[in-house]
């Protein structure tokens, strides 16, 4: 299962992010978070593509997070702080971040005294999400509240599959490890 949020713009600049909830081969729950930049940009048709990028190394970035950095990103969306996390594999380094900000938004409302529709200023709650490889690759997205809804639920289903798998494996272990009862055949004189 994966959401993704594509957000290209007519700089070229803009970027995409998959969060994927997935199995591993012994069904343990994974979370892995991918990006790619932007590849081209149509101006003709307003659209964005990233595809040209796909297999660009300096352009995309993938990492997997565990259970408790999945809590700790769910605990900063729920209270709007920051969090950072740092993954080291081999000579690859991946920093990701996610930072708080507002963004400032006009809404339409219907005034009925002057029974016409009129623009007004409002605060929207959003975040800057960016994945960082070897300091060198950055790629970053705006996400806002929708978006951010729909991640938090992804993020909450692996944390509930994390804590049933263990669930699982406990129990599982305990039942092949428990002691067995010796049955005897008892003389019925």
């Given amino acids: 299962m994966s959401i993704q ?10 970027s995409a992010f998959t969060f994927s909830l997935s199995e591993e081969k012994n069904n343990a729950p994974s979370f892995y978070i991918s990006s790619i930049a932007q590849h ?13 990028n796909a297999k660009n190394p300096e352009k ?8 408790n950095e ?5 605990n900063a969306l729920n209270n709007r702080t920051q969090f950072s996390s740092f993954h080291s594999y081999g000579e690859n380094t991946t920093t990701i971040k996610l930072t708080p900000w507002d963004k400032n938004s006009k809404v ?9 529709f009129e623009e007004s200023d409002v605060i929207v709650p959003c975040f800057g999400f960016s994945l ?4 060198s690759v950055n790629i970053k997205i705006a996400l806002e509240p929708g978006e951010l809804e729909v991640l938090k639920r992804l993020l909450i289903k692996y944390i509930d599959s994390y804590i049933d ?8 272990y305990q039942s092949d490890n428990s002691p067995k009862a010796e049955i005897t055949e008892e003389d019925p004189f």
């Avoid at 995309?60 to 259970?67: E, F, L, Y």
């Avoid at 999945?70 to 769910?74: I, P, S, T, Y």
């Fill in 108 to 116: 339409s409302s219907y005034n009925s005294s002057s029974k016409s």
């Fill in 5 to 14: 949020f594509y957000k290209p713009n007519s700089k070229n600049s803009g």
């Fill in 165 to 172: 798998y263990q669930i699982n494996s406990s129990r599982n």
């Fill in 70 to 74: 999945a809590g700790e990103f769910l």
């Fill in 132 to 135: 960082s490889k070897n300091k």
């Fill in 60 to 67: 995309t970035i993938n990492t997997k997070i565990n259970h």
């Fill in 40 to 52: 081209g940009w149509n101006d003709s048709k307003k659209t964005g593509s990233f595809s040209g």
